[in-house]
């Protein structure tokens, strides 16, 4: 996992958590890192352990190729987290609520960072509200703003000072929904800009697609996988990840050849792919886009040709939303399909079939989930 620039920042770290066992390793270089799993997986404590706000039980973390060693279990090093020159961004950007926007800025920068008298700080500050689109903003206080800026104010805290690592914890969970997207292209900006290495926690699969360049994808103090952010959702490879990166249509399989399978989970549906079965793949996915509707003529048309997995619609539960059509197969499956906000009326819409090619099938190894609940 390993940028243009070579590795910045590596870490391996154990920790003894309440519930499990963290246990994680990765590398990364210029762009971001993302660690995507479900709440409670150990996200944030692996954000804290490389900030030195909380110290691992073993392990090591290293910035700069190796070079710069701010925790080594082994050779007893911990340095503090003033000395690792980590630039952490809380969920609530954490900004004081008795400071103005050009003080806050200004918080961020002492002897360290070379900013040793008020004039200097007070200039950095004036170049980073410049940089960052405050200008003009410099005598408010965070209650005044709205929470676009205030994230910018926080990132021009933090940057101000020229961290060697950026720490993003959860950046928009406790945002409106209408603002996260803007908010997300802005830091994705800041993020294109910054020299070093970033890694962003998140929950949220479009947050980390969008985002990252590579990913961590971890459950329960684990990784699950790790790589290329392109090329895990489209073959995230076992269960657990198709899950994480989105894939709700999951059933466990019986191998019927090298290239055929039955999906147990949707009524015993006879899938052909276009990459072998190995002994290893214990279940297949479908992403709810994935599908090609067909009518009764076209359904025909495709029996008996090499790849058509035909899926018959039958009688489906449907429900509306805004700009899809969210459709349950009789067999379980799931679809969506794109409507406009004008359309309200399902009728004529859904075809008595679906087709999906054999590249769209994931193959995906791990111990599948014994229900078909779970697949729904």
């Known amino acids: 996992m390993m940028g243009e620039d070579g590795i910045l920042l590596e870490a391996e770290i154990r920790k003894k958590l309440r519930d499990f066992q963290l246990e994680v390793s990765f590398a990364a270089g210029r ?37 710069q060693v701010l925790f080594d279990s082994r050779q007893r090093i911990s340095l503090s987290p003033q000395k690792r ?36 700080r007070k200039e950095r500050a004036e170049e980073m509200m410049e940089r960052f689109r405050l200008k003009g903003l410099g005598d ?22 020229e961290p060697q690592t950026l720490l993003l914890d959860e950046p928009f969970s406790a945002m409106d929904a209408y603002l996260r997207e803007e908010l997300r292209l802005e830091l994705a900006g800041v993020l294109k800009d910054y020299a070093g290495a970033s890694v962003l926690v998140t929950h949220d699969r479009d947050e980390a697609y969008q985002l990252c360049s590579h990913l961590v994808l971890m459950k329960e103090g684990r990784v699950l996988a790790k790589g290329k952010t392109r090329e895990l959702f489209q073959n995230p490879g076992t269960w657990e990840a198709a899950r994480l990166t989105g894939c ?48 009764e003529g076209e359904a025909e048309a495709w029996e008996g040709r090499p790849g058509a997995n035909r899926i018959p619609v039958g009688k489906p539960s449907i429900s509306e939303m805004p700009f899809e059509w969210h459709i349950t197969l009789e067999n379980g ?4 399909k794109e409507k406009d906000i004008h359309t309200h009326d399902a009728a004529g819409v859904i075809p008595p079939w679906l087709r999906v090619d054999p590249s769209a099938i994931l193959l995906l190894k791990g111990e599948a989930e014994p229900t078909r609940q779970a697949f729904l």
């Open 31 to 67: 762009g971001c890192l993302g660690l995507l799993g479900p709440s409670g997986c150990g996200k944030s404590m692996t954000l804290k352990s490389i900030a030195g706000i909380l110290a691992p039980d073993e392990g090591r973390i290293a910035l700069n190729g190796g070079r």
């Open 85 to 120: 020159r980590a630039g952490y961004l809380f969920q609530n950007y954490a900004l004081f609520p008795n400071m103005t926007v050009r003080e806050n800025i200004m918080s961020g920068l002492g002897a360290a960072s070379g900013h040793r008298r008020a004039s200097q």
């Open 140 to 161: 408010r206080y965070p209650g005044q703003l709205s929470g676009g800026q205030q994230q910018r104010v926080a990132l021009a805290r933090i940057l101000a000072y």
């Open 248 to 295: 709700k249509n999951i059933s466990p399989v019986r191998r019927l050849g090298p290239f055929r399978v039955k999906a147990l989970a949707w009524g015993g549906l006879e899938l052909e792919t276009d990459q072998p079965v190995g002994e290893e793949v214990c279940a297949v996915g479908i992403r709810a886009h994935d599908f090609c509707p067909l009518s």
């Open 333 to 336: 499956i799931w679809w969506k």
